[in-house]
């Protein structure tokens, strides 16, 4: 719609709203920065959509993830942050303005943090695509219940795979547990809740090759990859906890990213073009937490509140 989209002004326009863009807006409100907060799905982010968050400092016996994330929305309205539901398709550079466009307007800002994270990563096997919502699932706090009594299936043992599935058992009868490599990459201390645990079955080193059924999942197929033996377990659902990618088509071109997608910082938390940051998530990293996004969403409010006051001088 080019010129012809409505237009907005801002000091601040965040990118996303799981904990680094939430928290960004606190400390960029609270700096006295008119700040609005773009998201296409629910505040959140794949923090909200975890069932108990054991790490998250100040909360001796772990919090619910959407109650965590609620409260930080709720601290980030309070300090005057608007919240947007809509998606951003693209940037634009003018002089010392940013323009943001989403398929609706047109805003143009002072400074930007893209706080978008990232997505489940999809593993491109046969019946993955025509079984999505019909059995295969990527979050356990939005479907597990939908399995009472079920046998299932998780593929991944890092930490989310270990996690989301101890909260499974609170619901199916058993669940398999396939694993790429050699050995279980979740914390320690989630392998050991499992040590002991029974309705579980553990396929490491293994690789799955399908997802199978008709109408809704009804089994998978995998491949033990040192002896290539294959074997198909009945199940009625897999939850797929093989990686993550980041939300970063809409920068693509525009801003730099490593060979993964992820956007590309310095110490400051700025990315390759002048005014636009990036927090969490989305940025190339080793760790990738709750805890390291929020203090990357302050920290990059911080500095572009320093940006802002220098178009000033």
Known sequence: ???ALSKDNYDLIIIGAGPAGLTAGIYGARAGLKTVMLERALPGGLAATTDYIENYPGFPEGI?????????????????TEIIGTEVTSLVKKEKITIVKTSTRS????????????????????????LRGRGISYCATC?????????IAVIGCGNSGLQEGKFLLNFVEHISFIEFLPQMTADQILQERFSQATRTDFFLNHVLL????????????????????????????????AGLVPKSDFIKGIIKVDNKGFIIT???????????????????????Q????????????????????????
């Open 210 to 241: 399908s997802i199978d059924g008709s109408e809704r999942v009804e089994a998978i197929t995998i491949e033990d990859r040192a002896t290539r033996e294959k074997k198909t377990i009945k199940v009625d659902g897999v939850f797929i906890y």
């Open 143 to 151: 479907d597990g219940p939908l399995f009472k009594s079920r046998r």
């Open 1 to 3: 719609m080019g010129d």
């Open 64 to 80: 619910k993830g959407m109650e965590l994330t609620d409260n930080m929305k709720k601290q980030a309205q309070h300090f005057g």
């Open 290 to 313: 709750v805890v390291t996004a929020c203090a990357q969403g302050a920290a990059a409010a911080i500095n572009a509140y320093h940006y802002v006051e220098s178009l000033k001088t």
């Open 266 to 288: 310095n110490d400051k938390l700025e990315t390759s073009l002048s005014g636009v940051f990036a927090a969490g998530d989305i940025c190339a990293q080793a760790v990738r």
């Open 107 to 130: 805003l143009e800002t002072s400074t930007v943090i893209i706080a978008t994270g990232t997505i489940p990563k999809k593993l491109n096997i046969p019946g993955e695509n025509t």
